[in-house]
Nanobody
């Protein structure tokens, strides 16, 4: 069983930056394809960014159009941690951000929510205008 714990959320002004962290534990190796999702009040949960499992020094990432060029997903396999660096934040980025893991390894990223089997509890990000 994989446990995911997010941290790094908070309140920031528009144009500012935050870095979210997701620490994975449980299992013998947490090098799974992972992702960040978000859910704003009254809206459905949506994909923000995903990243493949690490293969040597390489991994592959995907970004939603709304965050492309502003957000960066990365991972530190030694720490079993995935990060989401969020720059040039906008009020519409306000949401609860969730970390998720697929349980799958390999040099593939996933974009469909239903393949993510493990979820964190979420961390609130609020961007003021």
């Amino acid at each position: 069983q994989v446990q995911l714990v997010e941290s790094g959320g908070g309140l920031v002004q528009a144009g500012g930056s935050l870095r979210l962290s997701c620490a994975a534990s449980g299992g013998t190796n947490s090098n799974f394809a992972m992702g960040w999702f978000r859910q704003a009040p009254g809206k459905e949960r949506e994909l923000v960014a995903t990243i493949s499992a690490r293969s040597g020094l390489t991994y592959y990432a995907y970004y939603a159009d709304s965050v492309k060029g502003r957000f960066t997903i990365s991972r530190d396999s030694a720490k079993n941690t995935v990060y989401l660096q969020m720059n040039r934040l906008k009020p519409e980025d306000t949401a609860v951000y969730y970390c998720a893991a697929t349980g799958y390894r390999g040099s593939v990223y996933y974009t469909q929510m239903n393949v993510f089997n493990y979820w964190g509890q979420g961390t609130q990000v609020t961007v003021s205008s």
